[in-house]
Nanobody
Framework: QVQLVESGGGLVQAGGSVRLSCASSGRTFSLYAMGWFRQAPGKEREFVAAIRRSGGSTSYTDSVKGRFTISRDNAKNTVSLQMNSLKPEDTAVYYC????????????WGQGTQVTVSS
């Protein structure tokens, strides 16, 4: 089992920045690819960013490229999402998730943290 706990959400003005963190406990963190997802009110949950186990490869949804940066610290069992130049449309509950080696689905999810961007 992997337990994930997000932190760092809050209310921020458009153009501002927020850094989300996700702390992992349980099985060896470095064995999992990690991702960030978000769900806005009335919308489906969507992929935001992902990072490979070693941290050497990252991917982003087009709408956040150049504004968001995902990173991980395997020594501290954490994954972070630095969000800059925030827009009101970035308002959502943000979730971190873990995907095991050899799988295509994210199996473990945190409880989510709210990010609200005011215009």
């Amino acid at each position: 089992q992997v337990q994930l706990v997000e932190s760092g959400g809050g209310l921020v003005q458009a153009g501002g920045s927020v850094r989300l963190s996700c702390a992992s406990s349980g099985r060896t963190f470095s064995l999992y690819a990690m991702g960030w997802f978000r769900q806005a009110p009335g919308k489906e949950r969507e992929f935001v960013a992902a990072i490979r186990r070693s941290g050497g490869s990252t991917s982003y949804t087009d709408s956040v490229k150049g504004r968001f940066t995902i990173s991980r610290d395997n020594a501290k069992n954490t994954v972070s999402l630095q969000m800059n130049s925030l827009k009101p449309e970035d308002t959502a509950v943000y979730y971190c998730a873990a995907r095991a080696i050899g799988t295509t689905e994210y199996e473990y999810w945190g409880q989510g943290t709210q990010v609200t961007v005011s215009s």
